[in-house]
């Protein structure tokens, strides 16, 4: 089995049955499942029809002629802002859409009716800049509720959007907006972050000093420092929207118009463009909104804590739930300001039913330890969610016995950028769940674990998730690179879709997302996945957080090596060190025993919370660093590496 897939080592008999309440009262069924294993195509045409407002219905769910450039609703035309808003008025325009809460303290309550308003001035607000259907509008900005407005008044006039992430550089900026062409930029002064402005607008300036393209810059005024507006070319959004009228016709778009780009960031490559269209990528977000989160748009408050610029936060902040009239939180801050229960303080003041959040925050959560979930009442919660990575099993078994209360259901997502929307996680009321997996695809999708040749591994086998349907929400390319598209995602196994992800298929059936193929090592000619060992050594009541790595090894190809960050007051030693090592062999075999452990109190993040790899390899084989622009927490990769100087020393 080492030729042909990934080992599959770890162990988890937890399972958690489907609660008496989901059964009785969830939005879906075992009906739904069998429904779409008939019929996927009809299913999801169903599910386009009954979900969304068309100003033309389509016939035709999916046209392959062209595989992989697969169609979906091709004849169909709707504009997803009027899903996301008129549709709603006239019996819900005083639903509140947003609770929006600043870092500071401030607070802003947003009803439908007033975020109709807002996107309606604002898209006046870019026609009169010059803006037209078809443009690409570049937009960096921190977490306003000015964000959605935006790009709900984009999708209003039929323009494309391209959400640049408010963390990232200048150079980011100038790779994007000149990859799309963008000729407007959207930001903000600055944006509060930690009790700091982060100035976004100084970005955009040295941004916009690098590439012509940018003619305007709409700056919508936030944090209130002194910032730089260049006469004729930048304007303030409050000056742009005054005397705007409040009614905008929304442009009837076809179904496979452009919606929006967003860049993943390559670890080393180009950022790819992802592509994703109207009418299809509506349907499988407001499905999938309301099928794993089981949303009751009449009780629920619902609180997606990512960011709009990544997206989770397109898909689940903005476009699901705006579509399924929901009503929304929004922090515009970081979970520890101004102390570490601030997302506690939320659920607990809003009410807040529904939670969706990331594994990197989970395990802060766990580090930083239950006194902060204590100070607040969270009983208002009834589902818990996590996307982004593979959650441990333990960080699994944390947030649902600390935030959860032990009575809320846990939906573990699985799906990309790519995908755009939710592919793989249980289904309340249907789904019985094991900590650390993301158990089998949702309604529709269809997905198979694949050894090196293509062939699906038996039951308790690992190797390579694929996707072996094409489904509505599906990129429809890489912006300007079909070559790239075709070559990344669908060459590798004929036909199928190829996520990039290792993955084992339990004796149940469950799939058990293991993170990137390149997270592999190969031990002894054994493939272990990271993830394995890294949960093993979570496990371990001293450990909060561990990222493993395959490092060069003369005798075993690679020999893992560890790096551990404690929770709590533990401390490392070199006792720690040994029972460590020791307790992965228990848990899940020799074969898997770290070589060495690093103790740190960091590891180094991309900005959206994922553990870089590829960093702590090039430090334990002793190589110069690779790029660390792209991290969140750079400094700790010097520390790291001075560690392991000193290690290896002893
Ligand atoms: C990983 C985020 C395991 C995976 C929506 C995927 C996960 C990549 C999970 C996409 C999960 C995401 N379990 N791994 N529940 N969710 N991943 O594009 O490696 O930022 O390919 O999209 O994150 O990351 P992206």
Same mark, same amino acid.
């Given at each position: 089995?080492?030729?042909?897939?990934?080992?599959?080592?770890?162990?988890?008999?937890?399972?958690?049955?489907?609660?008496?309440?989901?059964?009785?009262?969830?939005?879906?069924?075992?009906?739904?499942?069998?429904?779409?294993?008939?019929?996927?195509?009809?299913?999801?045409? &169903?599910?386009?029809?009954?979900?969304?407002?068309?100003?033309?219905?389509?016939?035709?769910? @999916?046209?392959?002629?062209?595989?992989?450039?697969?169609?979906?609703?091709?004849?169909?035309?709707?504009?997803?802002?009027?899903?996301?808003?008129? !549709?709603?008025?006239?019996?819900?325009?005083?639903?509140?859409?947003?609770?929006?809460?600043?870092?500071?303290?401030?607070? &802003?309550?947003?009803? +439908?009716?007033?975020?109709?308003?807002?996107?309606?001035?604002?898209?006046?607000?870019?026609?009169?800049?010059?803006?037209? !259907?078809?443009?690409?509008?570049?937009?960096?900005?921190?977490?306003?509720?000015?964000?959605?407005?935006?790009?709900?008044?984009?999708? !209003?006039?039929?323009?494309?959007?391209?959400?640049?992430?408010?963390?990232?550089?200048?150079?980011?900026?100038?790779?994007?907006?000149?990859?799309?062409?963008?000729?407007?930029?959207?930001?903000?002064?600055?944006?509060?972050?930690?009790?700091?402005?982060?100035?976004?607008?100084?970005?955009?300036?040295?941004?916009?000093?690098?590439?012509? @393209?940018?003619?305007?810059?709409?700056?919508?005024?936030?944090?209130?420092?002194?910032?730089?507006?260049?006469?004729?070319?930048?304007?303030?959004?409050?000056?742009?929207?005054?005397?705007?009228?409040?009614?905008?016709?929304?442009?009837?778009?076809?179904?496979?118009?452009? @919606?929006?780009?967003?860049?993943?960031?390559?670890?080393?490559?180009?950022?790819?463009?992802?592509?994703?269209?109207?009418?299809?990528?509506?349907? %499988?977000?407001?499905?999938?909104?309301?099928?794993?989160?089981?949303?009751?748009?009449?009780?629920?408050?619902?609180?997606?804590?990512?960011?709009?610029?990544?997206?989770?936060?397109?898909?689940?902040?903005?476009?699901?739930?705006?579509?399924?009239?929901?009503?929304?939180?929004?922090?515009? *801050?970081?979970?520890?300001?101004?102390?570490?229960?601030?997302?506690?303080?939320?659920?607990?003041? +809003?009410?807040?039913?529904?939670?969706?959040?990331?594994?990197?925050?989970?395990?802060?959560?766990?580090?930083?330890?239950?006194?902060?979930?204590?100070?607040?009442?969270?009983?208002?919660?009834? @589902?818990?969610?996590?996307?982004?990575?593979?959650?441990?099993?333990?960080?699994?078994?944390?947030?649902?016995?600390?935030?959860?209360?032990?009575?809320?259901?846990?939906?573990?997502?699985?799906?990309?950028?790519?995908?755009?929307?939710?592919?793989?996680?249980?289904?309340?009321?249907?789904?019985?769940?094991?900590?650390?997996?993301?158990?089998?695809?949702?309604?529709?999708?269809?997905?198979?674990?694949?050894?090196?040749?293509?062939?699906?591994?038996?039951?308790?086998?690992?190797?390579?998730?694929?996707?072996?349907?094409?489904?509505?929400?599906?990129?429809?390319?890489?912006?300007?690179?079909?070559?790239?598209?075709?070559?990344?995602?669908?060459?590798?196994?004929?036909?199928? +879709?190829?996520?990039?992800?290792?993955?084992?298929?339990?004796?149940?059936? +469950?799939?058990?997302?293991? %993170?990137?193929?390149?997270?592999?090592?190969?031990?002894?000619?054994?493939?272990?996945?990271?993830?394995?060992?890294?949960?093993?050594?979570?496990?371990?009541?001293?450990?909060?957080?561990?990222?493993?790595?395959?490092?060069?090894?003369?005798?075993? *190809?690679?020999?893992?090596?560890?790096?551990?960050?404690? !929770?709590?007051?533990?401390?490392?030693?070199?006792?720690?060190?040994?029972?460590?090592?020791?307790?992965?062999?228990? #848990?899940?075999?020799?074969?898997?025993?770290?070589?060495?452990?690093?103790?740190?109190?960091?590891?180094?993040?991309?900005?959206?919370? #994922?553990?870089?790899?590829?960093?702590?390899?090039?430090?334990?084989?002793?190589?110069?660093?690779?790029?660390?622009?792209?991290?969140?927490?750079?400094?700790?990769?010097?520390?790291?590496?001075?560690?392991?100087?000193?290690?290896?020393?002893?």
């Amino acid at each position: 089995m080492s030729e042909s897939g990934i080992e599959n080592l770890l162990q988890e008999d937890r399972l958690f049955p489907p609660l008496a309440d989901f059964v009785a009262t969830a939005n879906t069924t075992q009906d739904h499942f069998d429904e779409a294993a008939e019929d996927y195509e009809a299913y999801w045409m &169903r599910q386009a029809r009954e979900r969304l407002s068309w100003f033309k219905e389509p016939t035709v769910a @999916l046209n392959d002629e062209n595989a992989p450039f697969y169609k979906w609703f091709e004849d169909g035309e709707l504009n997803v802002s009027y899903n996301c808003l008129d !549709r709603h008025l006239d019996a819900g325009g005083d639903k509140v859409a947003y609770h929006w809460i600043g870092e500071p303290g401030d607070k &802003r309550t947003i009803t +439908y009716n007033d975020l109709a308003t807002e996107v309606n001035k604002f898209a006046n607000g870019l026609k009169s800049l010059g803006v037209e !259907r078809g443009d690409t509008v570049a937009i960096y900005m921190g977490m306003v509720p000015e964000l959605p407005i935006a790009m709900l008044a984009c999708a !209003r006039i039929g323009a494309a959007h391209s959400v640049i992430f408010g963390g990232f550089s200048a150079d980011a900026i100038v790779d994007r907006v000149e990859d799309a062409g963008s000729k407007l930029l959207i930001t903000c002064d600055g944006a509060w972050r930690r009790g700091t402005i982060v100035p976004l607008k100084e970005s955009c300036d040295e941004a916009m000093s690098r590439t012509e @393209l940018i003619e305007n810059c709409v700056v919508v005024r936030r944090t209130e420092q002194d910032v730089s507006m260049q006469d004729g070319r930048d304007v303030w959004w409050h000056d742009l929207i005054a005397d705007q009228a409040d009614t905008c016709a929304p442009e009837h778009m076809n179904a496979e118009d452009l @919606l929006y780009l967003l860049y993943t960031s390559g670890t080393t490559a180009k950022p790819k463009g992802i592509m994703h269209t109207t009418g299809g990528y509506l349907t %499988g977000v407001a499905t999938t909104h309301s099928q794993v989160f089981d949303l009751k748009p009449g009780s629920d408050v619902y609180w997606c804590a990512a960011d709009v610029g990544w997206v989770t936060g397109h898909s689940y902040i903005v476009y699901g739930p705006l579509t399924n009239h929901a009503t929304s939180v929004m922090y515009e *801050g970081t979970p520890d300001f101004p102390d570490k229960d601030r997302l506690w303080s939320i659920i607990a003041e +809003y009410g807040v039913t529904i939670l969706y959040t990331a594994p990197t925050a989970i395990r802060a959560f766990m580090k930083w330890g239950v006194e902060y979930p204590e100070r607040h009442d969270l009983s208002s919660l009834r @589902l818990l969610g996590t996307v982004g990575e593979p959650i441990n099993p333990e960080a699994w078994m944390w947030y649902h016995e600390n935030i959860g209360g032990g009575r809320c259901p846990i939906v573990d997502t699985w799906w990309q950028t790519e995908t755009g929307g939710i592919m793989i996680s249980p289904i309340p009321g249907v789904t019985a769940t094991k900590p650390g997996s993301a158990t089998k695809p949702i309604p529709g999708i269809f997905a198979e674990v694949v050894d090196t040749e293509g062939d699906p591994v038996p039951l308790g086998g690992g190797g390579f998730l694929t996707i072996t349907k094409p489904w509505p929400s599906m990129l429809r390319s890489i912006y300007g690179d079909d070559d790239r598209y075709v070559s990344t995602y669908w060459s590798r196994y004929p036909g199928r +879709y190829f996520p990039g992800d290792g993955a084992k298929f339990d004796e149940n059936g +469950y799939i058990w997302v293991l %993170g990137r193929v390149d997270d592999v090592m190969n031990v002894s000619g054994h493939r272990i996945s990271t993830m394995e060992v890294e949960s093993a050594l979570v496990s371990h009541p001293s450990v909060a957080e561990a990222a493993v790595v395959g490092a060069t090894d003369d005798l075993t *190809g690679q020999a893992i090596a560890a790096f551990v960050t404690l !929770r709590g007051d533990a401390q490392g030693s070199d006792e720690l060190h040994e029972e460590l090592r020791q307790h992965v062999a228990d #848990k899940i075999g020799a074969i898997a025993k770290p070589k060495s452990i690093i103790f740190t109190p960091d590891l180094p993040k991309t900005r959206s919370g #994922k553990i870089m790899r590829r960093l702590l390899r090039d430090i334990s084989d002793h190589r110069a660093l690779g790029d660390v622009t792209t991290l969140a927490n750079a400094d700790v990769v010097q520390a790291i590496a001075d560690q392991q100087t000193e290690y290896d020393d002893d």
